[in-house]
């Protein structure tokens, strides 16, 4: 059952985001704009997938929804005790022969291990945590071990790197780090939007990690004269994919809940 919940949740994920929603509300305009009879409709639903497009990629508009999900978690300040361990999230890789290590990972995942191997080097004596699993296509390396790769050829010590292969999102990775690190203090990197629902995984997991944000997506603009862009737009789907993620998080919660008094 989880593993369809699984799927589900890729499938309405990658579905309902600005770019597939916009096509779909074009060849829905299309259809309409065949029959005099709702022409009108139509005209307004292109209209309106137009404005959902303009609004996605427009740099001012969107860093003002973004910032909302970055700002309520400020980055992270060393304290006076210690971290132990340091959990870099997983995000996603491909192995492919003939390119390095850093064109296999994404950028994400590169800028969380950045992140990472900074506080680790603010907290000596620390361990460095990577989650993930091979991926729907079953990658022959898994994202962790290629995690732990490419940390290695940056000189963190192997001894220093621990690596568990299996979780497939955010909630697995969540249980998994709370089953093996109890009494710990405890560091969390992931990107600043995917933080807020990290931290409401884990705290449900029963963990009280100190939250490291990383890889803003909203910047301070000079000008309302701004062109749309396609790397905006991506900005714009990362925020929608978190939103539904939150989402997904409190209807699941809700149905496991019910499960749980029958």
């Known amino acids: 059952m989880d593993h369809y919940l699984f799927l589900l949740k890729k499938f309405l994920g990658n579905l309902l985001m600005p770019v597939p929603i916009t096509l779909l509300l074009l060849l829905w305009a299309l ?8 022409r009108w409709f139509g005209i307004i639903v292109v209209l309106f997938a137009t404005v959902l497009l303009f609004v996605g990629s427009y740099a001012p508009l969107s860093s003002q929804y973004i910032s909302q ?18 959990a870099v999230l997983g995000s ?10 850093t064109s296999e990972l994404s950028p994400t995942a590169i800028v969380r291990l950045a992140e990472g191997i900074r506080i680790y080097h603010l907290n000596p004596g620390s ?9 729907l296509n079953e990658d022959p390396v898994s994202y962790p071990d290629k995690l732990r790769e490419l940390a ?15 979780p497939r999102d955010t909630m697995e990775e969540a249980e998994v780090i709370a089953a093996n690190f109890t009494d710990t203090s405890l560091v969390l990197v992931t990107t600043a939007v995917h933080m807020p629902r990290a931290l409401n995984l884990f705290q449900r997991a029963g963990l009280d990690p100190i939250p490291a944000p990383t890889e803003h997506l909203a910047k301070p603009f000079k000008s309302w004269w701004n062109i749309p862009t396609g790397k905006t737009l991506a900005h714009s789907e990362y925020w929608a994919h978190e939103r539904l993620g939150l989402l ?15």
């Open 69 to 86: 999900f970055e700002t309520q978690i400020p980055s992270y300040q060393q304290t006076q005790i210690p971290a132990d361990y340091i």
């Open 127 to 135: 361990k460095l945590v990577f989650t993930g699993f091979k991926g």
């Open 92 to 101: 996603w890789h491909q192995s492919v022969d003939n390119q390095p290590v």
């Open 31 to 38: 259809l309409l704009l065949l029959r005099r009879k709702t």
């Open 152 to 166: 290695l050829a940056l000189g963190i010590p192997a001894e220093d790197i621990l690596v568990f292969v299996g």
């Open 248 to 262: 997904w998080v409190e209807l699941t919660g809700q149905v496991k809940e019910y499960l749980d008094k029958d």
